[in-house]
């Protein structure tokens, strides 16, 4: 492999489970509470354990979130900083070792904490680090994740399409996608671009279906609502403490 290549070669690499959630709650918290943030080994512990935002629900221990922070400083993704009174806090460097911005680090966050979600999930809960103003502006940045290989599509285009990141070791993802659609070895599908398409006559029952993307918006409105007091509610309970 030449320079060229090897300077070419993405910083990112295969994460466990325990190192995505880690991973995960700092690129959050430095997006959500950034009054408090970096984040000592105890507060990072609670954000991996805590009950909203999260999926699968987790009980580590400080040791278990120490030793997923030494393997995420060992491949770069992660510092430690001294903090006041001199206790440790730490940091993420994600948007480098990804090489993306805001948005797409938004969406790659909420994967990494929740798991395989669709187009309507990840445009309602990424939009409480980065603002989406709805499903189109949601797109490129899907589409970029594509293309740097960090994001993967489980099913096929249209309503309810499923993604997930790409940080599972291979035989993970593989099993995922067995798990998901049966087949591990189906390549990933790509996203539609939104765009307007030339009318086509279609059957009379279609004409639900503005109904239904409206119902599906208020239901999109009221999870983001949800997220946004469960989040307040985090702060406050840190206040208290």
């Given at each position: 492999m030449d320079v060229d290549q090897e300077s070419d070669a993405p910083k990112w690499k295969p994460l466990g489970t325990t190192e995505r959630r880690v991973l995960g709650v700092l690129i959050e918290k430095a997006k959500t509470t950034p009054d408090?943030?970096?984040?000592?080994?105890?507060?990072?512990?609670?954000?991996?354990?805590?009950?909203s935002n999260r999926a699968p629900q987790m009980q580590l221990n400080d040791d278990d979130v120490d030793l997923s922070l030494d393997r995420l400083r060992s491949v770069g993704v992660a510092v430690e900083v001294?903090?006041?009174?001199?206790?440790?806090?730490?940091?993420?460097?994600?948007?480098?070792?990804?090489?993306?911005?805001?948005?797409?680090?938004?969406?790659l966050t909420e994967l990494m904490l929740r798991g395989e979600q669709t187009v309507g999930e990840l445009r309602t809960r990424a939009s409480r680090m980065e603002p989406f103003q709805d499903l189109a502006a949601l797109q490129p940045v899907l589409q970029m994740l594509l293309d740097k290989n960090l994001i993967v599509a489980l099913t096929p285009p249209g309503r309810g399409q499923l993604f997930t990141h790409n940080l599972y070791p291979d035989a993970d993802l593989?099993?995922?996608?067995?798990?998901?659609?049966?087949?591990?070895?189906?390549?990933?599908?790509?996203?539609?671009?939104?765009?307007?398409?030339?009318?086509?006559?279609?059957?009379?029952?279609?004409?639900?279906?503005?109904?239904?993307?409206?119902?599906?918006?208020?239901?999109?409105?009221i999870a983001r609502l949800s997220e946004e007091v469960a989040q307040l509610k985090q702060r406050l309970d840190i206040l208290e403490s």
């Open positions: 408090n943030y970096p984040i000592t080994l105890a507060s990072l512990t609670a954000g991996c354990n805590q009950k001294q903090g006041s009174g001199r206790v440790p806090k730490y940091r993420h460097t994600a948007y480098d070792w990804f090489d993306v911005k805001g948005p797409e680090i938004a969406v593989a099993h995922l996608r067995k798990k998901i659609t049966g087949d591990s070895s189906s390549p990933s599908p790509q996203p539609v671009a939104v765009a307007s398409q030339p009318a086509t006559p279609v059957p009379a029952a279609a004409a639900v279906a503005p109904a239904n993307d409206e119902l599906q918006s208020m239901r999109d409105e």
